[in-house]
């Protein structure tokens, strides 16, 4: 099945420091979403974004709807230890509004 | 308000076995999707299931089915399970499945298959 290319596969930062990864698309997708998974869990949304070169923050993240619609890139600033885990994009095509097109995913780790 | 629950958390079958996996949507959720979540194919999407009726499917195999009922749980089901079959089911619901609303996703099941 398709998947869409995420970087970094995963990171080390240390505390206090920003984070950026990004996502990319052979396909053209009307939303793009950023969740998180902690183990054991299901993924859990973080951002949805809905119009090309859309910018949107909740708290210390912020995503962008890439101009062609074929990418996204996530920004968590200041990190801190329970920002660990994993993230993954989300495409979602119009009309299929719950099928959605899951990235490889990036495992981010925190040292203190 | 209760999230997204699935039973059972945890299985272990054999293989040629088949499985039945639960999911409970929010209350007042009518849409409800499963995805499969493994090491090498990452997550990917089985079906969705709205007003008892599959509306959207994946690239699966037959073996893969599901059904919704009337109150809006879905239950999956895997038939002659295979190696690879093992992987951390995931249920996802929404009020509709349409538009811009968020798919809130249950703790899912993992299913090992010997």
């Known amino acids: 099945g398709q998947q869409l290319n995420q970087s970094p596969q995963s990171m080390f930062i240390q505390e206090g420091e920003d984070v950026s990864m990004n996502c990319t698309s052979s396909?053209?997708?009307?939303?793009w979403l950023w969740y998180k998974q902690d183990p054991g869990e299901g993924p859990v949304l973080l951002i949805a974004?809905?119009?090309?070169?859309e910018l949107t923050s909740n708290g210390r993240l912020t995503a962008q709807f890439g101009i062609t619609r074929k990418d996204s890139f996530l920004n968590i600033s200041a990190s801190i230890p329970s920002d660990v885990g994993i993230y993954f994009c989300?495409?979602?095509?119009?009309?299929?509004?719950?099928?959605?097109?899951f990235g490889t995913g990036t495992r981010l780790q925190v040292t203190l | 308000k209760a999230g997204v629950t699935q039973t059972p958390r945890y299985l272990i079958k054999t293989r040629g076995q088949q499985v039945t996996l639960s999911c409970s949507p929010i209350?007042?959720?009518?849409?409800v999707s499963w995805y499969q979540q493994t090491p090498g194919q990452g997550l990917q999407f089985l079906f969705e299931?709205?007003?008892?009726?599959?509306?959207n499917k994946g690239n699966f195999p037959g073996r893969f089915s599901g059904r919704q009922f009337s109150n809006s749980r879905s239950e999956m089901n895997v038939s002659t399970l295979e190696l690879g079959d093992s992987a951390l089911y995931l249920c996802?619901?929404?009020?509709?499945?349409?538009?811009?609303?968020?798919?809130?996703f249950g703790p899912g099941t993992r299913l090992l298959v010997l």
């Open positions: 209350s007042g959720h009518r849409s």
């Open positions: 974004l809905y119009k090309a070169g």
């Open positions: 299931y709205f007003s008892e009726t599959q509306r």
């Open positions: 989300a495409g979602q095509m119009a009309g299929t509004a719950s099928k959605l097109t």
């Open positions: 396909s053209i997708f009307n939303t």
């Open positions: 996802a619901s929404g009020p509709t499945g349409a538009g811009r609303e968020t798919q809130y």
